[in-house]
């Protein structure tokens, strides 16, 4: 009996195992649900349909809380008013592109145009002024040089020239000098 009561001891301290699959089934059908519904709730995130639960903001509680609410609630207000500013600045830089480009300065043909136009831009006919007198000096310096050595040739050519014209008239020249 002594043996008896051991048997029965030992068989009810031993844990019983109980059918896991069904368990594990349940749990896997549950797991499979809670992770589509949360799929579907990203997805409806994603796109925009967030759900009215999720926006809904808890009210602070603590005096901290709430001042970090207001500063938050002031920087965000603050940046977009600073982002609103920079789009308008942007769009009114694009505008004035825009007409600029519309605006294209048109190059004048004949002398009475070009003088209409000078009054038109003095500051851009001032540039092009500028810029034509330095190019005319390079070339008149280019000139000038040019035109001193063709002298100096003409020069020694006139001189060999008239060697040769005194070698002529009096061959004993070169015994002279």
């Known amino acids: 009996m002594a043996e008896a009561q051991a048997k029965v001891m030992t068989q009810d301290a031993t ?13 896997r059908e549950d797991k499979i649900q ?19 639960e999720a926006q809904e903001e808890q009210e602070p509680t603590t ?3 709430k ?9 965000r207000r603050h940046s977009q008013q ?12 694009k505008e ?11 190059l004048p043909k004949s002398d009475e145009d070009i003088e209409a136009w000078t009054k038109k831009y003095p500051d851009v006919a001032g540039i092009v002024e500028t810029i034509a007198i330095k190019k005319s000096k390079e070339q008149s310096k ?3 040089d040019r035109i001193q050595k063709i002298n100096e ?6 001189k060999e020239k008239a060697e040769v014209e005194l070698l002529n008239l009096h061959p004993d020249v070169e015994d002279i000098r």
């Open 15 to 27: 844990p019983k195992k109980v059918m896991a699959l069904a368990s594990r089934k349940y749990s």
């Open 34 to 52: 809670k992770d589509q519904e949360e799929l579907d709730q990203l997805i409806a995130e994603n796109k925009g349909e967030v759900k009215e």
């Open 63 to 65: 005096a901290e809380e």
């Open 67 to 75: 001042t970090f609410k207001k500063r938050y609630g002031d920087l």
């Open 82 to 93: 600073k982002e609103s500013d920079l789009q308008e600045q942007i769009n009114q830089l």
């Open 96 to 106: 004035q592109l825009d007409s600029a480009t519309k605006k294209q300065i048109e």
């Open 142 to 144: 280019e000139l000038e």
């Open 153 to 158: 040739m003409q020069e020694s050519a006139t």
